[in-house]
């Protein structure tokens, strides 16, 4: 075998070998290649599903914090709806005749006689002359209320506020449980 086959089979087996080496060198680049994709894929994955539970839950905090700001206009509306309504009644009270009020005076008067048997009473300006009229307390002057009267026992120990805007307040609360109890 002469020089020039050895070199024809040495290129040959060169030629081979640096094939098999470059073919095992693109399968591992592209092993490599995949590798990287499926690794970005997977983080793209997990990244995408993050920012829909970061979006899902930004997305329930917008909404409870906006059912919240609902919950509070209503509210205030419905507490400004009751101060009128109360504001209302009580000017409906001011505005009763003298026959109505000496009626109501007459009436608190007596419910009063039973927990406070002597004393001092109080009303407002428009009960004046109803009150001095009374024999059963002594009228001590006048008060800025609507209507209705404050007795007082004769030793000052004992106080009893029976004027329209105590008995409405009263009432009131039972109107606000009562209400309440509706809406549980």
Do not use: C
């Not at 539970?53 to 329930?60: E, F, P, V």
């Not at 007082?152 to 307040?169: A, F, I």
């Amino acid at each position: 075998m002469g020089l020039d086959q050895v070199i024809g089979e040495v290129r040959r087996d060169g030629d081979t070998r640096s094939q098999n080496v470059l073919a095992n060198a693109r399968k591992e680049a592209d092993a490599i290649l995949a590798a990287a994709k499926a690794q970005a894929h997977a983080y793209e994955t997990a990244r995408m599903e993050a920012a829909e539970r970061d979006a899902a839950a930004a997305r329930a905090q917008a909404m409870s914090r906006a059912e919240s700001e609902a919950r509070k206009i209503v509210l205030t509306a419905e507490a400004e709806l009751r101060d009128a309504l109360r504001e209302q009644v009580l000017a409906h009270f001011a505005k009763l005749d003298s026959r109505a009020r000496a009626t109501h005076i007459t009436a608190l008067i007596a419910t009063a006689k039973g927990i406070i048997p002597s004393g001092n009473v109080w009303g407002a300006e428009k009960d004046g002359p109803v009150l001095k009229s009374q024999n059963v307390y002594k009228h001590a002057g006048n008060q800025p209320i609507t209507g209705g009267i404050v007795v007082e026992s004769e030793d000052g120990r004992t106080r009893l506020d029976l004027t329209y805007e105590t008995l409405l307040d009263s009432l009131w609360r039972d109107v606000l449980k009562a209400e309440s109890a509706l809406f549980r």
